[in-house]
C-alpha cells in the first residue's frame, strides 16, 4: 500500500517573538541548517554567525536576481545541502525574499526560516509567504508563495539600522494601521520614533502587534484574492513614483497613503486626511509630492493590480478601515489633476 498525504495551505509556522539570537542554537542543528545573510549584517554582526554555515550574498535590492540564486545554490551543493537541510535567511527583505525562493526549489523544496533584521522584513516582508526575486527592472516577477517554519524576532538587530531603513519600516506600520487598527493609529500619535529607538518593550509589541496585523490579513487570504489587497494601500502609487523620482519604499509610499486618504475624502467623505499627514510627518516621512500625472498614469498601465481599464484601488472609509474600489484609469487621471 502506499499511502500518500497532501495537505496544502496548512503549513505551519512558529513565531519567536521578542527573542535572542543565540535561541537558534535550542532550535536547529548547526550541521544541516545554512544561514545566508549580506554582507552589511555578517559585518556588523559578525559575532552572531560563528558556528555556522554561512553563506553571505552582496547587499542591497540589485542583488535579489536569479544570479544571487544561483550563487546561493552553488554554495549550498559545495556545503553537501541535502534535503534535511534548513535554510535560514538572517536580513533584510532582500534575503528573506531571496532565501525562501531558494528553499522553495531546491531539491523541490527544502524548509525554512527567517531572522529578520529590519523593521521592514519585521512588520512586512518576511510574513505571508510570497517569496521572489526580480528580474531586471521587473520586481518580484518570480517567485513562490510559501510560509517559512518559523519566525524569529531579535530587535537587537535594529541598533545598527541606518534611519532611512527605519523610515521604510514605518511607513508600512503607518499603512498597516490606516487599513485595520485605529487603536494602533493612536499610539502611534502617542509616541515617536525616538522613544521607539529606546524603548525596547514598546518597539517589541509594536512589530508583534504588526505581525499579528498582517498574519491575520495573510491567513484570511492567503493567495490574494481580495482582503490581502488592502496591504497594497500607498503602493498603487507608491510604485509608480518610486523609482522615477528616486524615492525610497517608504517615502514613495508614504506619499501614496496621504494621496489615497485625499482621494478617499473626495470619493468616500474620508474626514481625516490630515492625521494622516501629521503621523506620517512625526515619523520622518513626507506627504506631498508633485508628480507628472502623465508618467504617472503611463505606470500605473503596468500596475499589477489593474483589471482591463480599472485600478483597484485602495482607499479608506475611516481610519483603521480600509476598503477595496475599482477605479477607472480615465477617472484616477482627472482626480490626480484636481489633488
Ligand atoms: N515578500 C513580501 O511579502 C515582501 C513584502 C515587502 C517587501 N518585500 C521585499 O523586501 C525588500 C525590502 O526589504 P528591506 O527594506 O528590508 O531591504 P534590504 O534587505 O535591502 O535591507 C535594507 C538595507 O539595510 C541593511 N540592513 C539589514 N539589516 C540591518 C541591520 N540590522 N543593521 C544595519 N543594516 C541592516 C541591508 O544590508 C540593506 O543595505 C524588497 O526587495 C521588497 O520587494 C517583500
Ligand atoms: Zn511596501
Known sequence: MLHQAVQFNQQHTDFYFD??????????????????????????????FKGWKTIIIPAGEAHKSLDTAQYIIDQLIQ??????????????GVVTDITGFVAAIYMRGIAFGFVPTTLLAMVDASIGGKNGIDIGLYKNLMGTIRQPSFLLYDTHFLKTLPEAEWQNGFAEIIKHACIKNATMFRQLEGTSPGILKKNKQQLNELVQKNVQL????????????????LLNLGHTLGHAIENEYGFSHGQAVAIGIHYAAILSQQILGFKNPERISVLLTQYGLPTHFVFNTHK??????????????EVHYILLEKIGKGVILPIPLKDLEKLYKII
Open 19 to 48: 527573542a535572542s539570537f543565540w535561541q537558534l542554537k535550542e532550535m536547529l542543528q548547526p550541521a544541516s541548517t545554512f544561514i545566508i545573510t549580506d554582507a552589511n549584517i555578517y559585518s556588523l554582526h559578525a559575532g552572531y
Open 79 to 92: 556545503l553537501k545541502a541535502d534535503r534535511t537541510a534548513t535554510l535560514v535567511g538572517v536580513g533584510g
Open 214 to 229: 498582517k498574519m491575520s490579513v495573510v491567513k484570511a487570504d492567503e493567495f490574494e484574492k481580495g482582503e490581502r489587497k
Open 296 to 309: 504617472v498614469m503611463n505606470m500605473l498601465q503596468m500596475d499589477k493590480k489593474r483589471q482591463q481599464n
